[in-house]
């Protein structure tokens, strides 16, 4: 059986490229693990790329999840234009999932080398829905194996494209949003979109897959649903939420649950009341239904106990399922919602309209499967309750948190290095620096400013905490990334010290293809200082008669190790070949004073066709000669001659 993690792992031969996932809420160990699985080892991108493989979006009920918690994740919230955008007062509660996958170049034209997977899902990315709650999840690719099912899946895909599309000037700023300040930062989804664009949406065929950016969820829904016989029976998932939410004054909305499900039920079953409703509800919260079940109950609507998965006995657990199933009552065949809009005005729309609806996704699949529909669906027959013996309960009421806000004055920091230190500089440069502070590895606040000098014996910081004043006395605290001059994420831990550390590491890449990420704490603040610190080992210098003996055995390693690099390694081994280069030259003063002494290229000799490896192409030949050359520059012994006919 498939598990809603594994809808994030790439079909095989292939590997993430890049994915937008949006949802209510999500928490850093579920995003981390989703990262994983879809860059097969997140680290890897991570520090290959240096740059976020997914880019999740949520309502500002989802604290920060900053991206050394999930390396290959950068998490956006919504920019204050959406509520310009989005004409309801709603919260921000879909929960989708958009991927691209990238296959290994082909020499044949027509062999597909991409592939994209729409994934839907009731649940938030969190412990509880993987863990604890019942939900249910959906997903289709294209090109798919079955050429029938091509075109429906594609005009779903193109549903998805278009929403996401729409919702992108309405997040918040961050990095990659555009180039600014000269930085050559490239938009990480931007191969992701041409192909997308390229794709056209097959004529005559209806999108299974719907929102709610432009309409409320029940019009789409309600038209998908079209075509059913009458006589059929209605299955309701409640989820946590359910019944008529009280109106905004001087509206015609209507009032209570018994009102709002009759009506939602009337319409889909084609006016007809009196056919067989099955309602699937949390007796201990079940909000609206708690005092409307007795009158449904009378008009012939039943209430059954949610059935739980094997080994979940559901006393930490609760149905957050939304479903609605319409089709045959002794088999599992007719049409099946999903989506994660609950039973309410909110989540579907009321029929007269008030404008008051959330941001939803959902999707009306066709279903066909032996047995009953509680074979399938989440409940069991057997289990109806008896309302005179159990007692509903509303459960607790909604409690919206404001957490993450979109309006932070920065988007991240570039580092540069001059010949008096390493700086942090804020970009996009505040007009006004007066009420920010920020503060770094693990270190206290202070003001923020146009330069920040960083300690020498330390290591730069990959993310920066920034607060600000906001409205009356709230305080806004959030954190962003440190991007090189390269446009390129400043990566936790990765610059080693000395030589010894370089062969080290460069040894377990060759070994693994990647070097091991640090465990991210769940205290992120207290933690960081460790992460981000202090060197640990001094840059105390060896005596400078054993420097060019020691250098050669780095070097020497590095030549074997390059020629037998995987070619899918090129770009890691260049980041990290620089990243290095860097690190050793304010660590190794002694090797480099005697290699520019003796006039020493020690990275010419890397490019030489003995070590090089096999198999790369024209740009990954490339990626390393300008890697070679930047090496050298770094050290100052780009114009000297390499190892050749030299004895240590």
């Known amino acids: 059986m498939t598990a809603l993690l594994d809808l994030?792992?790439?079909?095989?031969?292939?590997?993430?490229?890049?994915?937008?996932?949006?949802?209510?809420?999500?928490?850093?160990?579920?995003?981390?693990?989703?990262?994983d699985r879809f860059t097969i080892g997140a680290g890897s991108f991570a520090t290959t790329f240096q740059r976020p493989a997914l880019l999740l979006m949520t309502d500002h009920a989802s604290p920060q999840i900053t991206a050394d918690r999930a390396p290959g994740m950068h998490h956006v919230t919504l920019a204050a234009s959406w509520r310009q955008r989005f004409r309801g007062r709603g919260i921000f509660h879909a929960k989708v999932a958009l991927l691209h996958f990238s296959g290994p170049t082909s020499k044949d034209p027509a062999a597909r080398r991409d592939i994209f997977r729409l994934v839907v899902s009731t649940g938030n990315w969190t412990r509880e829905t993987l863990e604890r709650n019942i939900d249910l999840f959906w997903s289709v690719e294209f090109p798919h194996s079955d050429p029938a099912a091509e075109s429906q899946n594609l005009a779903d895909i193109m549903v998805?494209?278009?929403?996401?599309?729409?919702?992108?000037?309405?997040?918040?700023?961050?990095?990659?949003?555009?180039?600014?300040?000269?930085?050559?930062?490239?938009v990480p989804y931007a191969d992701t979109l041409r192909l997308l664009n390229a794709l056209k949406a097959p004529p005559g065929v209806t999108p299974r897959f719907f929102h709610s950016l432009d309409q409320p969820l029940r019009k789409p829904l309600l038209e998908r649903f079209g075509g059913l016989r009458p006589d059929q029976l209605t299955i309701l998932g409640s989820g946590f939420f359910a019944g008529g939410d009280p109106a905004p004054a001087g509206?015609?909305?209507?009032?209570?649950?018994?009102?709002?499900?009759?009506?939602?039920?009337?319409?889909?079953?084609?006016?007809?009341?009196?056919?067989?409703?099955?309602?699937?509800?949390?007796?201990?919260?079940?909000?609206?239904?708690?005092?409307?079940?007795a009158a449904l109950k009378a008009r012939q609507w039943r209430f059954f106990r949610p059935r739980f998965p094997e080994g979940n006995d559901g006393s930490q657990g609760k149905l957050h399922a939304k479903f609605i199933y319409r089709g045959k009552k002794d088999r599992l065949k007719g049409r099946l919602y999903i989506g994660s809009g609950n039973?309410?005005?909110?989540?579907?729309?009321?029929?007269?309209?008030?404008?008051?609806?959330?941001?939803?996704?959902?999707?009306?699949?066709?279903?066909?499967?032996?047995?009953?529909?509680?074979?399938?669906?989440?409940?069991?027959?057997?289990?109806?309750?008896?309302?005179?013996?159990t007692k509903l309960k509303a459960g607790g009421p909604f409690e919206?948190?404001?957490?993450?806000?979109?309006?932070?004055?920065?988007?991240h920091f570039t580092l540069t290095e001059d010949s008096t230190g390493q700086w942090l500089q804020p970009r996009p440069v505040p007009p006004d620096f007066r009420g920010i502070s920020l503060s770094h590895s693990g270190g206290n606040w202070q003001p923020l400013s146009e330069r920040i000098a960083l300690d020498p014996e330390r290591l730069p910081p990959a993310l920066i905490r920034l607060r600000w004043s906001t409205d009356g006395d709230d305080t806004a605290n959030v954190a962003v990334p440190v991007l090189n001059e390269r446009g390129l994420q400043v990566v936790?831990?990765?610059?080693?010290r000395r030589l010894e550390h370089v062969w080290d590491a460069l040894m377990q890449m060759a070994a693994t293809g990647r070097e091991p990420e640090p465990e991210p704490s769940e205290d992120d603040e207290d933690d960081e200082g460790r992460r981000n610190g202090s060197r640990g080992q001094s840059a105390t210098a060896r005596p400078a008669t054993y420097a060019t003996r020691r250098l050669m055995a780095v070097i020497t390693a590095l030549g074997e190790v390059q020629a037998e690099?995987?070619?899918?390694?090129?770009?890691?081994?260049?980041?990290?070949?620089?990243?290095?280069?860097?690190?050793?030259?304010?660590?190794?003063?002694?090797?480099l004073h005697t290699l520019k002494e003796m006039q020493l290229n020690p990275f010419r000799h890397l490019g030489r066709a003995e070590f090089m490896p096999l198999g790369l192409n024209n740009e990954e030949v490339r990626i390393l000669h300008d890697a070679h050359a930047e090496a050298a520059r770094l050290w100052g012994v780009r114009e000297f001659a390499g190892f050749d006919g030299v004895t240590p």
């Open 8 to 35: 994030f792992a790439p079909p095989p031969g292939y590997t993430g490229h890049f994915g937008w996932i949006c949802g209510f809420t999500a928490d850093g160990r579920v995003m981390r693990e989703i990262a």
């Open 160 to 186: 998805a494209r278009d929403m996401f599309t729409s919702l992108q000037p309405h997040l918040s700023l961050y990095p990659w949003a555009a180039a600014s300040g000269g930085e050559a930062m490239q």
């Open 251 to 293: 509206s015609s909305q209507p009032q209570g649950a018994e009102v709002f499900l009759r009506e939602l039920v009337s319409d889909l079953n084609g006016k007809d009341e009196d056919q067989p409703v099955f309602t699937v509800l949390n007796p201990d919260a079940c909000q609206g239904l708690a005092t409307a079940a």
């Open 343 to 389: 039973l309410t005005p909110a989540g579907m729309g009321a029929p007269t309209g008030t404008g008051l609806w959330n941001f939803e996704t959902g999707v009306v699949i066709p279903v066909d499967r032996p047995d009953r529909p509680d074979v399938h669906l989440p409940y069991c027959a057997s289990e109806e309750l008896d309302l005179k013996e």
């Open 400 to 411: 919206m948190a404001c957490e993450f806000r979109g309006d932070c004055p920065l988007t």
């Open 492 to 496: 936790p831990e990765a610059q080693h």
């Open 565 to 591: 690099m995987p070619a899918g390694q090129t770009r890691l081994w260049a980041n990290r070949l620089i990243e290095h280069a860097s690190s050793l030259a304010r660590t190794e003063g002694d090797v």
